[in-house]
Nanobody
Framework: VQLQAFGGGLVQAGGSLRLSCAAS????????MGWYRQAPGNGRELVAV???????TYAGSVKDRFTISRDNTKNIVYLQMNSLKPEDTAVYYC???????????WGQGTQVTVSS
């Protein structure tokens, strides 16, 4: 599985961005897709994940501001980010978690910068 992310950029606080990530290769119904982020000096942290069936999990810091969605026919996962804050500044990585095989697939990362 190869992942390619799009949509990062520079935005002012309070603004919005939409990230997209397209997966090439076969995905299975049990694959979980998601977004993680890593700010300078910090470890990589979960932002949001979504199952094939649409069940979602969000980090507390983004809940009610970010929305993850998934197009299973196109193998694309989206992250709509609203009310952005400077602390959301990070490199955002898309991910496929294939838990049945204990495999993780990562995209190349896309920079999101929120100015105050």
């Amino acid at each position: 599985v190869q992942l390619q992310a799009f949509g990062g950029g520079l935005v002012q606080a309070g603004g919005s961005l939409r990230l997209s990530c397209a997966a090439s290769g076969r995905l299975y119904s049990y694959d979980i897709m998601g977004w993680y982020r890593q700010a300078p000096g910090n470890g990589r942290e979960l932002v949001a994940v979504i199952t094939t069936g649409g069940r979602t999990t969000y980090a507390g810091s983004v809940k009610d501001r970010f929305t993850i969605s998934r197009d299973n026919t196109k193998n694309i996962v989206y992250l709509q980010m609203n009310s952005l804050k400077p602390e959301d500044t990070a490199v955002y990585y898309c991910n496929v978690h294939r838990y049945v095989a204990a495999q993780e697939f990562w995209g190349q990362g896309t920079q999101v910068t929120v100015s105050s």
